[in-house]
């Protein structure tokens, strides 16, 4: 009965799946084609002169200028900002990670009053828009005046710290740090190390490619980063490259080849980044989504 | 245990014990009180101050203005458009591509997973700004293909319509292969058997697709909806930089228009009614999703 019924079909099994598998693979690469041309357009055009840019019928394939646009972006600032760019991001995910592993270490691993109204109070948050925060932030930042400098606007310390305790990572630090057995922390204080010990010695090198994961996560949250920075970096020597390059669009002759050279130049650390940490990359996009 | 059994230097160890989670606690708690919650309160009490006369106290001046403000109905219809088209597109098209990608007879894989995934990893403005050239009305990229074609070429950045349709373009561009990630992660945890199960009672590949795997991937659906839904709202850097939020407002979104009133007309007051506006809607939209996904529990 069975084999009467295959040949029913009209077509062998393989041969019909062998011609979905191609469809299949022709949707697939069509779709690859969407998702990395405008990163190989950007790279074109960067490498055009200003001139060529925006000329009819556009170029598909690489110029010369590439050098020029560089020598020419660098002329203009840019190696202050990518310096801004790097310092801020570097600096943010370093602590924001600290930070954060502190705060998920207390809420996996000890139960205190009021635990469960803070943990949910960070994770409220985590639904309030941050625009609701910049005008007071601002005012903020322009009221402190420690530190030498006259106020806050314009300083590395406006940019990392109010986005500092990432809600999002404390939650993925708490997650982590949930299974880590009880019975290894305790053996460590029966040996008669300090909190800070156990934390430090015990806790946090299990919990390294959580870690990665989450810097990778932050470094990228802060080198992409648009508005606040956009508000607060009102000195051109203090600009991160985003607000940088916004800067040339807003100029009454736009050189777009430096512009895309400039944005190029931003999304290239992080392709390499991305493309080195795939694994890391992908768990801290997934630990928001599907653990939650 | 009574703890007066205890001698003190037990006292001080259970005590020290007590204090340990809020010391690990204390930095975190210090930089959220005065960068989040502060400016959350403070924002909320600048939307009850009247921008003329600050001193004359509590007063709803900046929300019945709000309310028959036509820029700010622009910005909040434009907003919602945004979201009623990109978010199922987007989160459509990566459903199909995790469902393709997840056939175990596929070479590959990881390859298109990480090309997709790339788009994800680009800055916004980046986004904003390939596209913006791409997208340019007389010397695009796209209009040029479109004239190969035999069509004229389309205002993409100086009509409402197009505008809109090129935000949404690059929007979806840029999370389409984040949500695909995520829905592919997903699907890998539904169990093989429920398939074999369904083949066994005769279904075939459309069937098995409704009646296991969407079941199946519920709530990570309903967290793609609200997570995209809350980021439609927030929208910034893609109009701000695409359109100009032009022409004429007609791709302004509530966030620009926020960052318009706060930083360049310096109205801090009215903006605040603003944000608090958007608070609302987004806890509104949030609440009305995980409503309609209990109901359809039932």
């Known amino acids: 009965m069975a084999k009467t019924k295959l040949a029913n079909d009209g077509m062998p099994k393989s041969l019909v799946s062998r011609f979905q598998r191609i469809m299949i693979y022709i949707v697939l690469v069509i779709g690859a084609f969407f998702s990395l041309f405008p990163f190989y357009y950007m790279f074109v055009q960067a490498s055009q002169p200003s001139s060529e840019v925006l000329r009819f019928p556009p170029h598909l394939w690489f110029g010369s200028s590439a050098w020029a646009n560089i020598q020419g972006l660098f002329a203009n600032g840019f190696g202050r900002s990518l310096f801004n760019s790097a310092f801020i991001a570097v600096v943010y995910a370093s602590l924001s990670v600290f930070i954060a592993s502190l705060a998920g270490y207390a809420f996996a691993k000890f139960r205190f009053r009021g635990r469960s109204v803070l943990f949910g109070m960070f994770l409220l948050v985590l639904m309030i828009p941050y625009h609701v925060t910049a005008v007071p932030l601002f005012q903020l930042m322009a009221k402190i005046t420690f530190f030498g400098n006259p106020t806050w606007i314009s300083s590395y310390q406006a940019v990392i710290l109010p986005a500092l305790a990432n809600p999002f990572g404390i939650f993925l630090m708490r997650q982590s740090m949930q299974a880590l057995p009880d019975d290894l922390l305790d053996a460590a204080r029966m040996d008669g190390a300090s909190e800070w010990r156990v934390f430090t010695k015990v806790a946090l090198p299990t919990m390294r490619p959580t870690l990665a994961a989450l810097a990778i996560y932050s470094f990228m949250f802060q080198w992409n980063s648009f508005f606040w920075p956009l508000i607060i970096m009102r000195d051109k020597a203090m600009e991160t490259l985003p607000v940088r390059i916004n800067a040339l669009v807003g100029l009454s002759i736009i050189d777009y080849g430096q512009l895309m050279m400039g944005t190029a130049l931003t999304t290239l650390p992080i392709m390499m980044i991305f493309i080195a940490f795939q694994r890391q990359f992908i768990s801290g996009a997934l630990a928001g989504a599907v653990k939650g | ?298």
């Open chain 2, 1 to 298: 245990m009574g703890s007066q059994m205890l001698t003190p230097a037990e006292r001080r160890h259970q005590w020290r014990r007590r204090l340990t989670p809020y010391m690990f606690l204390l930095p975190a708690l210090l930089v959220f009180g005065i960068f989040m919650l502060y400016p959350i309160v403070s924002s909320l009490q600048l939307s009850f101050e009247s921008q003329l006369n600050p001193n004359s106290g509590f007063s709803f001046d900046n929300y019945r203005r709000l309310f028959g403000d036509k820029v700010f109905r622009k910005a909040l219809t434009n907003t919602v458009f945004l979201l009623l088209f990109q978010v199922p597109l987007q989160l459509g098209l990566a459903m199909v591509l995790a469902v393709i990608l997840n056939n175990a007879v596929l070479k590959f894989r990881t390859v298109f997973r990480l090309i997709y995934f790339l788009p994800a990893i680009t800055a916004l403005f980046a986004v904003a700004l390939i596209f913006r050239l791409l997208l340019n009305d007389e010397k695009g990229l796209v209009n040029y293909v479109l004239n190969g074609l035999g069509i004229q070429s389309v205002p993409w950045l100086s009509n409402a319509w197009p505008a809109k349709f090129s935000l949404i373009t690059a929007i979806t561009w840029r999370w389409t292969g984040y949500n695909m990630v995520i829905y592919l992660a997903s699907l890998q945890s539904i169990p093989d058997e429920l398939y074999e199960a369904a083949e066994l009672d005769g279904a075939g590949a459309w069937a098995k697709f409704w009646s296991i795997t969407v079941p199946m991937m519920r709530p990570t659906i309903l967290l793609t909806t609200v997570l995209s839904t809350i980021g439609t709202l927030q929208i910034f850097d893609e109009p701000y930089l695409l359109t100009r939020s032009g022409p004429s407002n007609e791709t302004l979104s509530m966030a620009t228009l926020l960052y318009r009133t706060a930083f360049q007309s310096a109205e801090i007051n009215y903006a605040s009614a603003i944000a608090y506006v958007m608070v609302l809607i987004i806890a509104a939209f949030s609440l009305l999703q995980f409503r309609l996904a209990q109901r359809g529990e039932d």
